[in-house]
C-alpha cells in the first residue's frame, strides 16, 4: 500500500511538470531534474530491492567552486553516499591540502 501511494504521488508530480508541454526541452533546468529525480524513485519502488535504491540516480543543480553558474550534477545513490563517507574519513583523519598537495597532519 505505501509502494502504490508513492508511486501515485511520484506520477502526480510528474504529470503537473509535463502538463501543456510538448517536449522535455521546455521544461526549466530544475524542472528536469525533478522529473528525473521522480522517475528514477518511482523505478526504485517498482524494483523493490536494496541494490535498485543505491543504483537510483539523484539530480541535483549545484554550483561549481569558483563559479556562480549552476550544473547539473547525476550520481547514483551509491555514489553519493560512497563521496560522503570519503568527505567524512578526510575530515576525521585532518587530511590538509595546500596548493593543491594533500598531506595528512
Do not use: H
Request: aromatic share 0%; with cysteine.
Amino acid at each position: 500500500e505505501a509502494q502504490k501511494r508513492l508511486i501515485s504521488e511520484e506520477q502526480k508530480k510528474i504529470y503537473s511538470l509535463v502538463d501543456g508541454k510538448t517536449t522535455l526541452d521546455e521544461l526549466a533546468p530544475d524542472q528536469r531534474v525533478q522529473l528525473v529525480n521522480s522517475i528514477e524513485k518511482i523505478n526504485a519502488t517498482i524494483e523493490g530491492t536494496q541494490v535498485a535504491e543505491e543504483k537510483r540516480v539523484i539530480c541535483r543543480r549545484e554550483r561549481s567552486v569558483g563559479s556562480n553558474m549552476p550544473v547539473t550534477r547525476c550520481v547514483s545513490r551509491g555514489q553519493r553516499d560512497a563521496e560522503r563517507n570519503n568527505a567524512r574519513s578526510s575530515m576525521e583523519q585532518g587530511e590538509a591540502c595546500l596548493t593543491g598537495a594533500c598531506r595528512s597532519n
